[in-house]
C-alpha cells in the first residue's frame, strides 16, 4: 500500500463508522495507514421527511463524492444500497467488502412477526420498498415516517412513535444489535433492496493505482451481485420514488437472480427470476430490468 495515510470518506452515523472501520482494517492489513474521515451529508441533516421527497438517495453521498473528486479523501465507504444509480463522472465502485446478511429485521414491541401486528398498527418506515411490501402483505397498516440513524429508529419505537419497524439486519448486525430483531423477514417473500448488505468502496476513475490497490481487497462475488443489482435498478431508473427489491447470488455452481417493483400502496407488484453464469450477471439484471418495465407499463412508474 501507499506510504501515505489513505484518507477514508465516510458519513459520521455509528454504523458508517463501524463500515469505515472495517475498510481501513484491510487497509493496515495490507501494510498501509488509514485515516478515516467523517464528512455529515445533506441526508444526515434532512430527518423530517421521506428521502424520496427531499431528493432520493444521493443525499447521502454527495458531498462524500465532492470530497472524493476534490482530493480530500482517497477512497468512500457507502452502505451499497444508499449509493445512487447512476454514479458521479469521474467516480468508480472499486471493490465491495464480503456480503453480509441480506434480509430486513422485524422489530416491534407489540408482535413478534409483521403479519402478527394488531389491526391498524403503525409501521415505522422511511423506505418506500418496505412500505410497498408491508401493505402488499398487510394493507391495514398505518405508515408512519421513521428516519435517522439505527439507534435512532431503534429509541423512537421504544418510545411508542410507531408500532414497529424494519431495518437491515446487517446494519444491525455490525452494531452489535442483532439480539433486538424480534423476527426475519424471509427473502422468498421479501426481496432486500438492490445492494443490501454490501459495504461498497468508490474511488477516483483516474486513480488506476488505488483501483489496483483495492482489487486486492475486493470480494469478487459480492462485486458480480452488486453489478447485476445495479444493472437492474438502471434499467427501471430506480429511486427512492420506486419500490424495487433485488437479489443476486450463486447457486448450485450458477447465478440466481429474483427481483420484485412494487406499487406504494401495496397494490400491484411485478417479479421476475432469472439464471445463468456468474460471469454474465450484469447482463442478467439488466435483462431482468427490461423484461419488469415491459410487465409494469409505463404507467406503473408514474404513478398513472
Same mark, same amino acid.
Given at each position: 500500500?501507499?506510504?501515505?495515510a489513505?484518507?477514508?470518506?465516510?458519513?459520521?452515523s455509528?454504523?458508517?463508522l463501524?463500515?469505515?472501520?472495517?475498510?481501513r482494517a484491510?487497509v493496515e492489513e495490507?501494510g498501509?495507514?488509514? =485515516?478515516?474521515?467523517?464528512?455529515r451529508t445533506?441526508?444526515?441533516?434532512i430527518?423530517d421527511?421521506?428521502?424520496? =421527497?427531499?431528493?432520493?438517495k444521493?443525499?447521502?453521498?454527495?458531498?462524500?463524492?465532492e470530497?472524493?473528486l476534490?482530493?480530500?479523501?482517497?477512497?468512500?465507504?457507502?452502505s451499497a444500497k444508499?449509493?445512487?444509480?447512476?454514479?458521479?463522472?469521474?467516480i468508480v465502485?472499486?471493490?465491495?467488502?464480503?456480503?453480509?446478511d441480506?434480509?430486513?429485521a422485524?422489530i416491534?414491541?407489540?408482535?413478534?412477526?409483521?403479519v402478527?401486528?394488531?389491526?391498524?398498527a403503525?409501521?415505522?418506515?422511511?423506505s418506500?420498498?418496505?412500505?410497498?411490501?408491508?401493505?402488499?402483505l398487510?394493507?391495514?397498516l398505518a405508515?408512519?415516517?421513521?428516519?435517522?440513524n439505527?439507534e435512532?429508529?431503534?429509541?423512537r419505537?421504544a418510545?411508542?412513535?410507531a408500532d414497529?419497524t424494519?431495518l437491515?439486519?446487517?446494519?444491525?448486525?455490525?452494531l452489535?444489535l442483532?439480539e433486538?430483531?424480534?423476527?426475519?423477514m424471509?427473502?422468498?417473500?421479501w426481496?432486500?433492496a438492490?445492494?443490501q448488505?454490501?459495504i461498497?468502496?468508490?474511488a477516483?476513475e483516474?486513480?488506476?493505482?488505488?483501483?489496483?490497490?483495492l482489487?486486492?481487497?475486493?470480494h469478487?462475488?459480492?462485486?458480480v451481485a452488486?453489478?447485476?443489482?445495479?444493472?437492474?435498478?438502471?434499467?427501471l431508473?430506480?429511486?427512492?420514488?420506486?419500490p424495487?427489491?433485488?437479489l443476486?447470488?450463486r447457486?448450485?455452481?450458477?447465478f440466481?437472480?429474483?427481483?420484485?417493483i412494487v406499487k406504494?400502496?401495496?397494490s400491484?407488484a411485478h =417479479?421476475i427470476e432469472r439464471?445463468g453464469?456468474?460471469?454474465?450477471? =450484469?447482463?442478467?439484471g439488466a435483462?431482468?430490468?427490461?423484461a419488469?418495465k415491459?410487465?409494469?407499463g409505463?404507467?406503473?412508474?408514474?404513478?398513472?
Amino acid at each position: 500500500m501507499q506510504s501515505a495515510a489513505i484518507r477514508i470518506g465516510t458519513r459520521g452515523s455509528p454504523l458508517a463508522l463501524a463500515q469505515a472501520d472495517m475498510v481501513r482494517a484491510l487497509v493496515e492489513e495490507g501494510g498501509g495507514e488509514g =485515516e478515516i474521515v467523517p464528512i455529515r451529508t445533506t441526508g444526515d441533516r434532512i430527518t423530517d421527511r421521506p428521502l424520496a =421527497e427531499a431528493g432520493g438517495k444521493g443525499l447521502f453521498t454527495k458531498e462524500i463524492d465532492e470530497a472524493l473528486l476534490d482530493g480530500r479523501i482517497d477512497i468512500a465507504v457507502h452502505s451499497a444500497k444508499d449509493i445512487p444509480t447512476f454514479l458521479p463522472d469521474g467516480i468508480v465502485i472499486a471493490a465491495c467488502l464480503p456480503r453480509a446478511d441480506v434480509r430486513d429485521a422485524f422489530i416491534s414491541p407489540h408482535a413478534e412477526r409483521l403479519v402478527d401486528l394488531p389491526k391498524g398498527a403503525r409501521l415505522g418506515t422511511a423506505s418506500l420498498r418496505r412500505q410497498a411490501l408491508a401493505l402488499r402483505l398487510r394493507p391495514d397498516l398505518a405508515i408512519v415516517n421513521l428516519r435517522g440513524n439505527v439507534e435512532t429508529r431503534l429509541k423512537r419505537i421504544a418510545e411508542g412513535v410507531a408500532d414497529a419497524t424494519l431495518l437491515a439486519a446487517a446494519g444491525l448486525s455490525r452494531l452489535g444489535l442483532l439480539e433486538r430483531a424480534d423476527d426475519m423477514m424471509d427473502v422468498d417473500q421479501w426481496l432486500p433492496a438492490p445492494g443490501q448488505g454490501v459495504i461498497a468502496i468508490t474511488a477516483r476513475e483516474e486513480d488506476g493505482e488505488m483501483q489496483g490497490q483495492l482489487a486486492l481487497a475486493n470480494h469478487y462475488e459480492s462485486f458480480v451481485a452488486l453489478q447485476a443489482e445495479r444493472a437492474f435498478l438502471a434499467v427501471l431508473d430506480g429511486s427512492c420514488r420506486t419500490p424495487i427489491g433485488a437479489l443476486a447470488e450463486r447457486d448450485h455452481g450458477g447465478f440466481r437472480f429474483r427481483g420484485i417493483i412494487v406499487k406504494p400502496d401495496g397494490s400491484e407488484a411485478h =417479479e421476475i427470476e432469472r439464471r445463468g453464469s456468474l460471469g454474465d450477471a =450484469e447482463a442478467i439484471g439488466a435483462d431482468a430490468g427490461e423484461a419488469l418495465k415491459r410487465a409494469g407499463g409505463p404507467g406503473f412508474f408514474t404513478g398513472h
